[in-house]
């Protein structure tokens, strides 16, 4: 598409089934009662000239632009707040209205730089616009007097300037950070002439303030006040491309706005039905690593991992890489040889790889990240709902009156999502907030922040989320909050009855357990009885469910809650894993799994085989192949020898890393298809460049089962679209591979998985999204799963006994750490650091409660030791109230700390999850890294060497 500012109907869309018909300049228009004048004209096709309206704002009335005639009504209303009603007559052009807004638009210009001719804002302004709108042609004013034209620009923010000198004071930015955002950093300071927009306290910046850069205040800007310094650098778009964030898993829709082959900013599209039109700081601003200088643009190839690296052509590298696969496979067998497919990657191009391992290799060894965040939430809702996935669309939210948050700290990890929950917290349009129930070790940001507080908050010890599952069931079943109707429907009685039996048992209650847990009785049971009883009840969860020993266990505990109070199958309720990454979804979804094909299809099924073999012509191996953990065991046996590694870094996001280096070190063939020269390709034998999601065409599942577009908006800087890099290594192996388009693998994907049997490109371009499943039982897709039955029938109870984990503390290791992520940075970093997001978070450091602080001797900003059984590194100590005593976290995000060193193999009973969550340590005083560190960061140096081109001799 060219480029056009996206549609703005000045006030929200209303939603009813009572409409009216009034008549606007002539035209009749009818829409819902409770719609504004202003968008009614809108809708109708006029133009009722605004500043301060924009329509994912509430309706402000403060620019006075908007005013109109309305029949039998005195005065000039302002149209944004006034709601159209049946056979209302308004006129919005007349001699009078023309007076009155080319008076007010000539106060607004009296105060603003004249400057429009080399503003970058120039042709791109609503300001500029509105004053042609209104006919403007001379100012009387502001040529003696105060003015505010030489406010200084604050600059401090690395993505955006604010220019006070061009401030119309409209509140947009103020009204956009509190009702968008939901952070209220900004506010309009002072009064009068003397009023301004403010970051915060007096003498705060952008940077300095509670400011998540999220970009809303500078997509509500109407004038050059907040704009993004690309615009400034670059000039104006010219087209502009619908893409999809290549972040988490909430899956923001974007406008990619270009110039040429520069990507000038990312605006958040409108119409996203994940986002609609809201973005964090990552997507709307960190995309800068595309063009980073570390990014690796040609095939490299050594001998050993001892060697400097040498380029390539993509050829060569192929071929060698091809040659090399088949005479380790000859040598040692097909399942000496996996893949791992990338979360990052499209759909299309993760079916691609696990299709060449299983097609091309032979073999079913091919995992996913998934491995080590979402698994046990495939295997636990699988086991009682039937589906690997979560049953609601985001919409749903809107619809909760109980929202239970466990093991996840969304306004982090999934922040435009988290500020669509807490919308519905504070609660609108006169309708009370939802009820938040968070179970989490930290405080964090949704225990308390701006005019959000939780009714209950369970601040267990890391470890123990079965137990307290298990004690608020047992005070559901209990004191009869079931709800036996739906069980007796929707359910297996017999199942759940034992495991009401279960549930009931006097180990199983809050009192009992409370010595295991740390949790007050009192709040576990305040908790049980608000989610049983308050109404439509959600649960969301993240890694700090999954990422345990009991992870399936806590996936089951929870489904058997919402089963047991009826809290599945309509909007408001269900059961949510809040996923990590942009298409952890959609990789399990393709058979990235060793035991499943796609669509969750155990591979010893014949009939799933046969309709394989017959597409692809060869044989699938009826046995499940190796799980990433099995590779490096096999390796380090001697037993595997090859490895195909798209998109993913184990060596920095794995657990213990130590022995994820052994089994890296002993394979003799590490392939390593990414941006950079990530820390795994330390260990790697040929390193092929990948591109980024703005280099090519695809699809991406986010955690809602929302299947959207990825469209190429910038030709591939090393040459080729991953999936086009994976089909020609197919070939140099031999497969006849002949894809020319990833829509063509998404045909392939659609005939072989019945969940996406319906899923085309053409749809998708007219639909923008779909929900899988959407098949012949669900053309049009499925927002809510489960409506009039499981998927496997009966929902099935599962009894889930806390088992302890086997990672203890004692005298030598005291604390538990726990590890997570923050706002700004994203996984392991490799794209967030190469972006100027290291400014908020520059290094990992370690949270630490105050007490435990004391009594080591530490204070904040203190070089600590974190050790345990695995292994040592050293960090920065941050004191701080957010971890309970015995309790300290740090994120993963910067290899120099390489946290994972000191976490343990300990991984969750059904799945291998690795038990990121509770590991044993001590903390205490430290000169700085340690020798270890200094070693690795010896390694990876020597490692990245790369052998200067050679020049051509002279002719």
Same mark, same amino acid.
């Given at each position: 598409?060219?480029?056009?500012?996206?549609?703005?109907?000045?006030?929200?869309?209303?939603?009813?089934?009572?409409?009216?018909? #009034?008549?606007?300049?002539?035209?009749?228009?009818?829409?819902?009662?409770?719609?504004?004048?202003?968008?009614?004209?809108?809708?109708?096709?006029?133009?009722?000239?605004?500043?301060?309206?924009?329509?994912?704002?509430?309706?402000?009335?403060?620019?006075?632009?908007?005013?109109? $005639?309305?029949?039998?009504?005195?005065?000039?209303?302002?149209?944004?707040?006034?709601?159209?009603?049946?056979?209302?007559?308004?006129?919005?052009?007349?001699?009078?209205?023309?007076?009155?807004?080319?008076?007010?638009?000539?106060?607004? @210009?009296?105060?603003?730089?004249?400057?429009?001719?080399? =503003?970058?804002?120039?042709?791109?302004?609503?300001?500029?616009?509105?004053?042609?709108?209104?006919?403007?042609?001379?100012?009387?004013?502001?040529?003696?007097?105060?003015?505010?034209?030489?406010?200084?620009?604050?600059?401090?923010?690395?993505?955006?300037?604010?220019?006070?000198?061009?401030?119309?004071?409209?509140?947009?930015?103020?009204?956009? =950070?509190?009702?968008?955002?939901?952070?209220?950093?900004?506010?309009?300071?002072?009064?009068?002439?003397?009023?301004?927009?403010?970051?915060?306290?007096?003498?705060?910046?952008?940077?300095?303030?509670?400011?998540?850069? #999220?970009?809303? =205040?500078?997509?509500? #800007?109407?004038?050059?006040?907040?704009?993004?310094?690309?615009?400034?650098?670059?000039?104006?778009?010219?087209?502009?491309?619908?893409?999809? #964030?290549?972040?988490?898993?909430?899956? =923001?829709?974007?406008?990619?706005?270009?110039?040429?082959?520069?990507?000038?900013?990312?605006?958040?599209?409108?119409?996203?039905?994940?986002?609609?039109?809201?973005?964090?700081?990552?997507?709307?601003?960190?995309?800068?690593?595309?063009?980073?200088?570390?990014?690796?643009?040609?095939?490299? @190839?050594?001998?050993?991992?001892?060697?400097?690296?040498?380029?390539?052509?993509?050829?060569?590298?192929?071929?060698?890489?091809?040659?090399?696969?088949?005479?380790?496979?000859?040598?040692?067998?097909?399942?000496?040889?996996?893949?791992?497919?990338?979360?990052?990657?499209?759909?299309?191009?993760?079916?691609?790889?696990?299709?060449?391992?299983?097609?091309?290799?032979?073999?079913?060894?091919?995992?996913?990240?998934?491995?080590?965040?979402?698994?046990?939430?495939?295997?636990?809702?699988?086991?009682?709902?039937?589906?690997?996935?979560?049953?609601?669309?985001?919409?749903?939210?809107?619809?909760?009156?109980?929202?239970?948050?466990?093991?996840?700290?969304?306004?982090?990890?999934?922040?435009?999502?988290?500020?669509?929950?807490?919308?519905?917290?504070?609660?609108?349009?006169?309708?009370?907030?939802?009820?938040?129930?968070?179970?989490?070790?930290?405080?964090?940001?949704?225990?308390?922040?701006?005019?959000?507080?939780?009714?209950?908050?369970?601040?267990?010890?890391?470890?123990?989320?079965?137990?307290?599952?298990?004690?608020?069931?047992?005070?559901?079943?209990?004191?009869?909050?079931?709800?036996?109707?739906?069980?007796?429907?929707?359910?297996?009685?017999?199942?759940?009855?034992?495991?009401?039996?279960?549930?009931?048992?006097?180990?199983?209650?809050?009192?009992?357990?409370?010595?295991?847990?740390?949790?007050?009785?009192?709040?576990?049971?305040?908790?049980?009885?608000?989610?049983?009883?308050?109404?439509?009840?959600?649960?969301?969860?993240?890694?700090? !469910?999954? $990422?345990?020993?009991?992870?399936?266990?806590?996936?089951?505990?929870?489904?058997?809650?919402?089963?047991?109070?009826?809290?599945?199958?309509?909007?408001?309720?269900?059961?949510?894993?809040?996923?990590?990454?942009?298409?952890?979804?959609?990789?399990?979804?393709?058979?990235?799994?060793?035991?499943?094909?796609?669509?969750?299809?155990?591979?010893?099924?014949?009939?799933?085989?046969?309709?394989?073999?017959?597409?692809?012509?060869?044989?699938?191996?009826? $046995?499940?192949?190796?799980?990433?953990?099995?590779?490096?065991?096999?390796?380090?046996?001697?037993?595997?020898?090859?490895?195909?590694?798209?998109?993913?870094?184990?060596?920095?996001?794995?657990?213990?890393?130590?022995?994820?280096?052994?089994?890296?070190?002993?394979?003799?063939? !590490?392939?390593?298809?990414?941006?950079?020269?990530?820390?795994?390709?330390?260990?790697?034998?040929?390193?092929?460049?990948?591109?980024?999601?703005?280099?090519?065409?695809?699809?991406?599942?986010?955690?809602?089962?929302?299947?959207?577009?990825?469209?190429?908006?910038?030709?591939?800087?090393?040459?080729?679209?991953?999936?086009?890099?994976?089909?020609?290594?197919?070939?140099?192996?031999?497969?006849?591979?002949?894809?020319?388009?990833?829509?063509?693998?998404?045909?392939?994907?659609?005939?072989?998985?019945?969940?996406?049997?319906?899923?085309?490109?053409?749809?998708?371009?007219?639909?923008?999204?779909?929900?899988?499943?959407?098949?012949?039982?669900?053309?049009?897709?499925?927002?809510?799963?489960?409506?009039?039955?499981? !998927?496997?029938?009966?929902?099935?109870?599962?009894?889930?006994?806390?088992?302890?984990?086997?990672?203890?503390?004692?005298?030598?290791?005291?604390?538990?750490?726990?590890?997570?992520?923050?706002?700004?940075?994203?996984? !392991?970093?490799?794209?967030?650091?190469?972006?100027?997001?290291?400014?908020?978070?520059?290094?990992?450091?370690?949270?630490?409660?105050?007490?435990?602080?004391?009594?080591?001797?530490?204070?904040?900003?203190?070089?600590?030791?974190?050790?345990?059984?695995?292994?040592?590194?050293?960090?920065?100590?941050?004191?701080?109230?957010?971890?309970?005593?015995?309790?300290?976290?740090?994120?993963?995000?910067?290899?120099?700390?390489?946290?994972?060193?000191?976490?343990?193999?300990?991984?969750?009973?059904?799945?291998?999850?690795? $038990?990121?969550?509770?590991?044993?340590?001590?903390?205490?005083?430290?000169?700085?890294?340690?020798?270890?560190?200094?070693?690795?960061?010896?390694?990876?140096?020597?490692?990245?060497?790369?052998?200067?081109?050679?020049?051509?001799?002279?002719?």
């Amino acid at each position: 598409m060219g480029y056009e500012r996206q549609a703005d109907f000045g006030t929200p869309e209303v939603h009813g089934d009572h409409h009216v018909t #009034c008549t606007i300049d002539g035209r009749a228009v009818t829409v819902p009662a409770g719609t504004s004048v202003m968008r009614a004209a809108a809708l109708a096709g006029g133009s009722i000239p605004k500043l301060c309206a924009s329509d994912n704002l509430k309706a402000f009335g403060s620019c006075r632009l908007c005013l109109v $005639e309305i029949e039998g009504m005195r005065g000039t209303p302002a149209s944004c707040t006034t709601p159209v009603a049946e056979g209302m007559k308004v006129q919005t052009q007349t001699p009078h209205l023309q007076k009155l807004r080319r008076g007010v638009m000539e106060l607004y @210009i009296s105060d603003h730089p004249l400057d429009c001719l080399t =503003c970058s804002a120039n042709n791109d302004c609503e300001l500029q616009d509105q004053a042609a709108a209104v006919g403007l042609r001379d100012v009387r004013y502001g040529y003696e007097g105060e003015t505010h034209l030489g406010a200084a620009t604050d600059t401090s923010n690395p993505y955006f300037d604010f220019d006070p000198s061009k401030c119309i004071a409209c509140s947009r930015c103020v009204r956009a =950070c509190d009702e968008v955002q939901g952070t209220l950093a900004l506010t309009i300071e002072g009064r009068g002439f003397a009023s301004k927009v403010s970051a915060g306290l007096a003498g705060e910046d952008f940077f300095s303030s509670e400011c998540v850069s #999220c970009g809303a =205040c500078v997509q509500a #800007c109407p004038t050059a006040t907040l704009q993004e310094k690309a615009v400034k650098d670059i000039g104006k778009p010219e087209r502009a491309v619908v893409t999809t #964030c290549a972040y988490c898993g909430v899956g =923001c829709t974007f406008r990619a706005e270009m110039r040429g082959e520069q990507l000038v900013r990312m605006i958040p599209w409108k119409d996203g039905k994940a986002n609609h039109g809201h973005s964090c700081v990552k997507g709307r601003f960190a995309w800068g690593y595309a063009q980073h200088a570390d990014r690796i643009l040609s095939p490299m @190839i050594r001998d050993s991992i001892d060697a400097p690296w040498r380029e390539v052509s993509w050829e060569e590298a192929l071929s060698y890489t091809a040659r090399r696969l088949h005479e380790l496979r000859e040598r040692h067998g097909r399942n000496a040889l996996g893949g791992i497919t990338s979360s990052r990657c499209t759909n299309e191009e993760t079916f691609l790889v696990q299709k060449l391992v299983r097609a091309g290799f032979g073999t079913n060894n091919v995992d996913t990240c998934a491995r080590v965040c979402h698994s046990p939430t495939g295997y636990g809702l699988k086991t009682t709902f039937g589906t690997s996935a979560g049953t609601q669309d985001f919409d749903s939210v809107d619809d909760s009156d109980v929202i239970l948050v466990i093991g996840a700290n969304p306004t982090d990890a999934h922040p435009v999502f988290a500020s669509r929950m807490k919308r519905r917290l504070r609660g609108k349009d006169g309708r009370p907030g939802a009820r938040l129930i968070v179970i989490d070790p930290r405080r964090t940001d949704l225990v308390r922040s701006p005019h959000i507080a939780a009714d209950v908050h369970l601040p267990l010890r890391p470890g123990t989320n079965v137990a307290v599952l298990t004690a608020m069931a047992h005070v559901i079943v209990t004191e009869g909050l079931t709800d036996e109707e739906f069980i007796r429907a929707r359910c297996d009685w017999e199942e759940y009855r034992h495991w009401a039996d279960f549930v009931a048992l006097d180990r199983n209650s809050p009192e009992f357990l409370a010595e295991v847990t740390g949790v007050t009785p009192h709040d576990l049971r305040a908790a049980a009885r608000l989610y049983a009883t308050g109404g439509n009840a959600a649960i969301y969860y993240g890694l700090g !469910v999954t $990422e345990h020993s009991q992870g399936s266990s806590t996936v089951m505990a929870i489904a058997n809650l919402a089963m047991a109070t009826g809290n599945i199958g309509r909007r408001g309720v269900g059961v949510n894993p809040l996923r990590g990454q942009n298409n952890v979804q959609g990789a399990c979804d393709m058979g990235s799994f060793p035991h499943e094909l796609s669509g969750y299809r155990h591979v010893s099924d014949a009939a799933t085989r046969a309709l394989f073999e017959a597409e692809w012509g060869v044989p699938i191996d009826p $046995e499940p192949g190796l799980r990433i953990p099995n590779m490096l065991d096999a390796a380090v046996e001697g037993a595997f020898k090859a490895l195909y590694i798209q998109g993913e870094d184990i060596l920095q996001s794995d657990p213990d890393t130590r022995h994820v280096a052994a089994g890296l070190a002993a394979m003799e063939l !590490v392939i390593v298809h990414d941006l950079f020269l990530n820390e795994t390709a330390n260990y790697a034998h040929v390193f092929l460049p990948g591109s980024t999601f703005l280099e090519k065409d695809g699809t991406f599942t986010n955690a809602e089962r929302r299947i959207q577009r990825v469209r190429k908006v910038m030709e591939p800087r090393n040459g080729l679209a991953d999936w086009e890099v994976t089909q020609e290594l197919a070939r140099a192996m031999g497969l006849g591979w002949s894809y020319t388009h990833p829509s063509q693998i998404m045909d392939e994907i659609a005939r072989l998985t019945p969940t996406f049997s319906g899923v085309n490109y053409a749809r998708l371009d007219a639909e923008g999204s779909l929900q899988w499943p959407v098949n012949a039982a669900a053309p049009d897709g499925s927002p809510i799963m489960h409506v009039d039955g499981f !998927v496997r029938g009966k929902g099935r109870f599962v009894v889930t006994d806390y088992v302890p984990t086997d990672e203890r503390t004692g005298p030598r290791f005291p604390l538990l750490l726990t590890t997570g992520r923050i706002l700004s940075q994203y996984n !392991v970093g490799a794209q967030t650091r190469r972006t100027a997001n290291a400014m908020w978070h520059g290094e990992d450091v370690l949270e630490i409660h105050p007490t435990d602080a004391e009594n080591r001797g530490l204070q904040d900003g203190d070089w600590v030791r974190l050790a345990s059984r695995s292994g040592e590194t050293t960090l920065r100590a941050k004191v701080t109230e957010r971890v309970a005593p015995g309790v300290v976290y740090t994120t993963f995000h910067h290899p120099e700390t390489q946290a994972n060193v000191v976490t343990t193999d300990y991984s969750d009973w059904a799945t291998n999850c690795p $038990e990121y969550k509770v590991t044993a340590v001590q903390v205490s005083p430290s000169n700085g890294p340690s020798d270890w560190q200094a070693d690795y960061a010896e390694q990876a140096r020597h490692s990245r060497r790369i052998e200067p081109h050679r020049a051509e001799p002279a002719e």
